[in-house]
């Protein structure tokens, strides 16, 4: 059974820097395509980033690219998103997912993951 587990969520003020983690267990990571999702209240669950499980390929939203970057190292257990120069748009409970088998057309897709965290509160407020 793969878990997902995100932490480093937070508190932060507009143009600060903050690195979420994803603790990913019951699989390699080197198996697994990982993307990370937001949600701010009363929108849907959107893409943010996404990296494929060998060769690095990633993918971004447009509202992002440029700022955060999407790490994952194949040597260890957990996958990063590094979130800099952060803004109030920003805000939202963000997301972990996993899955394997991922083709590059469907990194942006919800349904293409199979396994998902619990989700880590990250505020930008002045």
């Known amino acids: 059974q793969v878990q997902v587990v995100e932490s480093g969520g937070g508190l932060v003020q507009p143009g600060t820097s903050l690195r979420l983690s994803c603790s990913i267990s019951?699989?390699?990571?080197?198996?697994?395509?990982v993307a990370w999702f937001r949600q701010a209240p009363g929108t849907e669950r959107e893409f943010v980033a996404a990296?494929?499980?060998?060769?690095?390929?990633?993918a971004y939203s447009d509202s992002v690219k440029g700022r955060f970057v999407i790490i994952k190292d194949n040597s260890q257990t957990t996958a990063y998103l590094q979130m800099n120069n952060l803004k109030p748009e920003d805000t939202a409970i963000y997301y972990c997912?996993?899955?394997?088998?991922?083709?590059?057309?469907?990194?942006?897709?919800?349904?293409?993951?199979?396994?998902w965290g619990q989700g880590t509160q990250v505020t930008v407020n002045s």
């Open positions: 997912a996993a899955g394997s088998g991922i083709i590059l057309s469907s990194l942006r897709l919800r349904g293409a993951y199979s396994f």
């Open positions: 990296i494929r499980a060998t060769g690095g390929t990633t």
């Open positions: 019951g699989r390699a990571l080197r198996s697994l395509t």
